[in-house]
């Protein structure tokens, strides 16, 4: 049985509870972040804190997190739950002002949770035989840089790609690529340069992106960051993504059209190996 944390307190799983009025469970009212664990320690957690900071700004949350504190509580969930490998989920809610209303009260107290998840990370299947891309338009609220627990149609994408025999999907709006269902997207056309859009309200300003396209500079690799439509992805040299959660993922398929040779290139598994190193070493 997990240790769980809510509101301060380290708890049974089976203990957790939050109220029903919760803004989160009412009104999607809340964000989240994943940190990645590696060797028992935290992977890019500062990253993570900076744009937890910034998704509570963008909804006007009066909340201001204590980092010192969540750090402490992240490393005391690790240490509870003895996790070698895999993620630490962080929600913030407004939390419950007593009864259901639209209107937001300015004093709610926010209500805050985090859990863990042992999963193998390094060791990727996944990564090694390459990703079966389905495409579906983007439909979601125009805010996609706010990282919010509204992942309804994430979660519809993912299910629908699942019953297509793919294994993610990727959006498209006004006829280019957003983002994955929970991930960054990438190509990497025949002359070697890594494409991936660029950051605005249309998608999620990815902690792993940030990484990754610094690992590219570092092998001195081109990178452009602009719009590409899904026949420029399928023509490409190769195609990826990047999250948390599967680091960096290669990209075999997209809409039943090989990629390349249709297994993952070069690229993507060096700056996959490349952000494990660096990550590793800088881990909390």
Not at 16 to 33: H, N, P, Q, T
Not at 57 to 78: C, G, N, T, W, Y
Not at 131 to 140: A, E, H, L, N, Y
């Amino acid at each position: 049985m997990r240790t769980v944390y809510v509101n301060g307190e380290f708890l049974p799983e089976t203990e957790a509870k939050i109220s029903i009025f919760d803004r989160s469970f009412l009104f999607a009212d809340g964000v989240y972040e994943v940190t990645s664990v590696l060797d028992g320690k935290l992977i890019d957690f500062m990253g993570h804190m900076k744009r937890l900071e910034r998704s509570l700004s963008e909804l006007k949350f009066s909340f201001k997190p204590d980092i010192d504190q969540l750090l402490e509580a992240h490393r005391e969930l690790v240490k509870r739950n003895d996790i070698t490998e895999g993620l630490i989920y962080l929600q913030v809610s407004r939390g419950s002002a007593g009864d259901r209303d639209f209107a937001i009260n300015p004093e709610t107290t926010p209500t805050i949770v985090m859990f863990t998840q042992s999963k193998s990370l390094i060791k990727s299947a996944l990564a090694e035989r390459g990703q079966k891309i389905v495409t579906f338009p983007d439909i979601r609220w125009r805010r996609s840089d706010i990282k919010t627990v509204q992942l309804l149609y994430a979660s519809l994408l993912k299910t629908e790609a699942a019953s297509k025999g793919a294994d993610d999907a990727w959006m498209v709006l006004d006829g280019f690529v957003t983002e994955g269902s929970s991930n960054n997207a990438y190509i990497v056309t025949q002359d070697g340069t890594i494409v991936t859009r660029e950051l605005s309200t249309d998608i999620l300003h990815g902690i792993t992106r940030a990484s990754v396209l610094k690992c590219a500079e570092e092998l001195q690799l081109k990178v452009e960051e602009r719009h590409f439509t899904i026949e420029e992805a399928q023509n490409a040299k190769e195609a990826f993504s990047t999250s948390a959660s599967a680091f960096v993922c290669p990209v075999s398929e997209i809409d039943g059209k090989k990629i390349g040779d249709g297994v993952p290139g070069p690229i993507a598994k060096r700056l996959r190996e490349i952000y494990i190193e660096a990550n590793r070493a800088t881990a909390l």
